[in-house]
C-alpha cells in the first residue's frame, strides 16, 4: 500500500493499493477514531459490484450503516437527488458525529461530498474512488458539487474528506471507455506542469497503474496544498474542462466528462498554436496521447455553440473568463479572456 499525504485545512491521507475493499472498515476507523453510523452512498452500477464488500467490512469493526443507492449517470447528479440523500440521512437519524462513505466514480464522490458538507453544516466523510477518473482525480482535493439546468458543478462547496481509500482493483471492472475517462484526466497532469511524467505515458496507462495513480494524487496533493480554493495555479487542472463541461451540455451528456475534457484540451492547445504560443509539434504529441487511450479528439458543435454554454462556466468572473493554456508540455499558463473573445478562440481552436 502506498500513501501520500494531503497538507489541506483539513490534512488526510490517500491510500494506494489492491486489497483495500475488504479492509475499508478498519482503515476509516484508524482515522475517524471512534465507531458510529455511516451512510454509504453509492450508485447502482457498484452496488451490484461492491457495496456488500465495503458493509461487510464496515460492520465487522462496529460501525452501523445505512445505504443510499442511486441510478448511475451524471443525469443523477442534480439537486434532486442531493435533496434526497440528505433527507435519507435526517430519516435515519444521523447525527454530527457520523459519516458518509462515497463508494463510487466522479458522481458518486461529487454528490456525496457535497451532502456531507452540508448535512448539519458539514459531516466527516471517507472517498473510496472506483473509477480512474475519480481516483486520480474527482476524489482528491475537496471540491464536491452537483450540476444546474444553466452548467456543471455550479452549486457546490469546498469540503476535504477525513480519508482517501484507492484500490486499484476495483477498476478491472470498468470498460474501456470508463477507463479512457480517467486516462484524460492522467494525461492532463503530465500537460500541466510534468513533461516526464507525460512522456512516461507512452507504456500506456493501465501498464503501471499504481504509479500513474500515486504519480497524479501526489501532483494534485502539490497544488492544492498551495491554492486549496481555487484563487491561483489549482486553476491549471481546469485544462480542458471549460470547453469540455460546454461539450458535455451541448452533447445532452452523451459526451462523457472525461471525452469532452480530452476534446476540450485538443482545442485548447490549436488554438494556443494558433495564436502564437505553442509548437504545433506538441498539440501533435497530446493528440497522438490522447488517441492511444481511445479518447477522441474532435467535436461537431460549433464555436457559437460551445462559447453561449461556456459563458454560464464557474471560471466566469464579470465579464472575463480564465482559460487554461498549454504553451508546451509541462507548461501551461492562465489566460483571462473577455467573454467577447471567447467564441474567437474556440473558432482557433476547432
Known amino acids: 500500500m502506498r ?47 461492491y457495496l456488500d464488500r465495503a458493509r461487510a467490512s464496515m460492520e465487522a469493526v462496529g460501525f452501523e450503516t445505512i445505504t443510499y443507492v442511486f441510478p448511475h449517470g451524471e443525469a443523477s447528479k442534480n439537486t434532486t437527488t442531493l435533496v434526497e440523500i440528505v433527507e435519507f440521512m435526517a430519516e435515519n437519524r444521523m447525527t454530527r458525529s457520523d459519516m458518509l462513505l462515497a463508494l463510487g466514480g ?18 466527516k466523510f471517507v472517498q473510496m474512488p472506483t473509477t480512474l477518473l475519480s481516483a486520480v482525480d474527482s476524489s482528491v482535493g475537496g471540491k464536491t458539487a452537483v450540476d444546474l439546468r444553466a452548467g456543471k458543478n455550479l452549486f457546490g462547496a469546498f469540503h476535504q474528506p477525513s480519508l482517501v481509500i484507492c484500490d486499484y ?20 497532469y503530465g500537460i500541466i506542469n510534468d513533461r516526464a511524467f507525460f ?14 495513480i500515486a504519480e497524479c494524487v501526489s501532483n494534485k496533493a502539490r497544488i492544492v496544498e498551495e491554492d486549496e480554493f481555487e484563487s491561483g495555479c489549482r486553476q491549471l487542472l481546469n485544462l480542458g474542462h471549460t470547453i469540455g463541461h460546454a461539450i458535455e451540455v451541448c452533447s445532452g451528456l452523451t459526451i462523457s466528462h472525461g471525452s469532452a475534457v480530452a476534446i476540450g484540451t485538443v482545442i485548447a492547445t ?3 498554436v494558433n495564436m502564437g504560443l505553442c509548437e504545433k509539434s ?23 455553440q460551445l462559447a453561449s454554454v461556456a459563458t454560464a462556466d464557474k471560471k466566469r468572473k464579470g465579464n472575463d473568463i480564465t482559460l487554461v493554456v498549454p504553451y508546451a508540455i509541462g507548461d501551461t499558463r492562465l489566460l483571462k479572456l473577455p467573454i467577447d473573445e471567447l467564441c474567437d478562440f474556440i473558432s482557433k481552436g476547432l
Open 270 to 272: 490549436r488554438a494556443a
Open 106 to 123: 466522479g458522481v458518486v464522490g461529487d454528490m456525496g461530498g457535497f451532502a456531507a458538507a452540508t448535512y448539519m453544516r458539514g459531516i
Open 3 to 49: 500513501t501520500v499525504k494531503v497538507n489541506a485545512s483539513t490534512p488526510y491521507d490517500i491510500l494506494i493499493g489492491n486489497d483495500l475493499l475488504d479492509r475499508c472498515g478498519s482503515l476509516c476507523l484508524d482515522v475517524i477514531k471512534k465507531k458510529c453510523k455511516v451512510c454509504i452512498v453509492t450508485d447502482d452500477t457498484v452496488a451490484a459490484l
Open 169 to 188: 482493483t476495483t477498476l478491472d471492472t470498468l470498460s474501456p471507455e470508463i477507463f479512457a475517462d480517467g486516462c484524460a484526466e492522467v494525461i492532463k
Open 199 to 212: 512522456e512516461s505515458l507512452a507504456c500506456g496507462v493501465k501498464s503501471q497503474i499504481e504509479n500513474v
Open 282 to 304: 506538441e498539440l501533435d504529441l497530446i493528440t497522438e496521447t490522447l488517441k492511444r487511450e481511445k479518447l477522441p479528439t474532435s467535436c461537431d458543435f460549433t464555436a457559437d
